[in-house]
């Protein structure tokens, strides 16, 4: 059996606004193990337990560039939040957005490999890079990006630096910058129902499988009416559409205007959105949490120990 320490308890609370001690005893039935755990207590409480499952922690910028109809969103990583407030790694974020646009490297290596100068470091991208490294005495990383140079128009929605949506589209401009802020605000996983990811929908009605089993037994053990497999399924399966209509775009309701969805606001503005993505700073990422009580004591014994 894991030890359940209150650093993990702490995390999986911050990631589902659970109380504490059902985070405890989720984490204890999970084995420590935290995604399990996650996935227990939505089960067990439903939405209120993915309420909070976006908080990112890991640190960094999202950056994008668009020149005609070459663009690039990028994200680039740092150890802490400082740092990624810092110029002279923002300026090195928009450069790289602008190098991937410009050259559409295959690979992280191929981006680092590109001609770049910048506070006195080069002649590459990655020289500048590992220089602001023993510069600024924190690590650093190019993570992610995506070169974009179709036939498509493409518009661009930064939300601060930590969350950058870029949408290919063809038709009115303010309407496709309209649907990229509401792609920050939202956060859809596919244009439509259709094109979500069957591992996603898998996971989603074996949620509301595991959570319709829960409500059976409970209702035996209280004496209550059991209700039929047949509406056990059926609620199920109203779930499982229910979820896929709030994580496709085009069925979302419209954040400018709730009584229309995203698909007739677009039509209206006679525009079709081809595609998008969507970069959240962090986003998969699980970032060491630090026990500071258990550190310190460490830190004393070993005082105590050197005497």
């Not at 050259?103 to 020289?127: K, M, R």
């Not at 949408?167 to 094109?195: N, R, W, Y």
């Not at 698909?263 to 959240?280: C, I, N, W």
């Amino acid at each position: 059996m894991a030890a359940i320490t209150a650093s993990m308890v702490a995390e999986l609370r911050g990631k589902t606004d659970a109380p504490m001690m059902e985070c405890k005893k989720a984490l204890t039935e999970a084995d420590g193990d935290m995604a399990k755990a996650e996935e227990l207590l939505r089960v067990k409480l439903g939405t209120k337990a993915g309420k909070a499952a976006s908080r990112i922690t890991a640190e960094g910028v999202v950056a994008s560039y668009i020149d005609g109809t070459s663009g690039a969103l990028i994200e680039v990583n740092s150890e802490t939040d400082f740092v990624s407030k810092n110029d002279s790694f923002i300026a090195l974020a928009k450069a790289a957005a602008e190098l991937v646009a410009k050259h559409n490297p295959a690979d992280v290596a191929a981006l680092g490999a590109l001609a770049y100068e910048q506070d006195s470091f080069g002649p590459t991208l990655e020289d500048v890079r590992k220089g602001l490294i023993g510069k600024i005495g924190e690590n650093m990383s190019f993570r992610r990006f995506k070169y974009f140079g179709g036939s498509s128009k493409l518009a661009s929605y930064l939300h601060g630096t930590r969350i950058g949506v870029v949408v290919e589209f063809d038709g009115d401009e303010t309407a496709a910058k309209d649907v990229a802020m509401h792609i920050a605000a939202m956060k859809p996983v596919a244009l439509t129902s259709a094109e979500v990811p069957a591992e996603l929908i898998e996971k989603e009605r074996s949620v509301a499988a595991a959570k319709a089993a829960e409500d059976k037994a409970k209702a035996e053990a209280e004496g209550k009416p059991v209700q039929s497999d047949e509406i056990v399924a059926k609620r199920i399966e109203g779930g499982v559409q229910k979820f896929l209509k709030e994580v496709s775009l085009f069925n979302q309701a419209f954040v400018k205007n709730d009584k229309q969805t995203v698909e007739q606001m677009l039509k209206a503005a006679g525009t079709q959105v081809k595609g998008f993505t969507l970069y959240v700073v962090g986003e998969g990422i699980e970032k060491k949490v630090d026990d500071f009580a258990a550190e310190v004591a460490a830190q004393v014994a070993a005082a105590k120990a050197a005497a």
